[in-house]
């Protein structure tokens, strides 16, 4: 089992940067796939970035290539995700999950597991 908490969210500037962290509790965090969701209230929870459990493949949504970055250190138990030149489209709840999946299928929500509280991203224009 693995617990996940979320912090980093605010409200930020379009143009503007944000780091999200994502703090898992659990002795087998390095086994697991982790992901970057969000969802906007009356959408569909939608993928943003993933990285493989190995930290050897990432993925990421089109609208946010070359703008946003996931990483993890395994050793702290923490996943990030760097978030540059934001635009008010990116605003959202952000969540991080984890999945025992790998590669293309942590695009997908269903093959997530655990699931943070989720921290709010505001971008104003």
């Known amino acids: 089992q693995v617990h996940l908490v979320e912090s980093g969210g605010g409200l930020v500037q379009a143009g503007g940067s944000l780091s999200l962290s994502c703090a898992a509790s659990?002795?087998?965090?390095?086994?697991?796939?982790m992901g970057w969701f969000r969802q906007v209230p009356g959408k569909e929870r939608e993928f943003v970035a993933a990285?493989?459990?190995?930290?050897?493949?990432?993925y990421y949504t089109d609208s946010v290539k070359g703008r946003f970055t996931i990483s993890r250190d395994n050793a702290k138990n923490m996943v990030y995700l760097q978030m540059n030149s934001l635009n008010p489209e990116d605003t959202a709840v952000y969540y991080c999950?984890?999945?025992?999946?790998?590669?293309?299928?942590?695009?997908?929500?269903?093959?997530?597991?655990?699931w943070g509280q989720g921290t709010q991203v505001t971008v104003s224009s």
């Open positions: 999950a984890a999945s025992t999946f790998r590669y293309s299928a942590l695009l997908y929500p269903q093959n997530y597991a655990h």
């Open positions: 659990g002795r087998t965090f390095s086994s697991y796939g």
């Open positions: 990285m493989n459990w190995s930290g050897d493949n990432t």
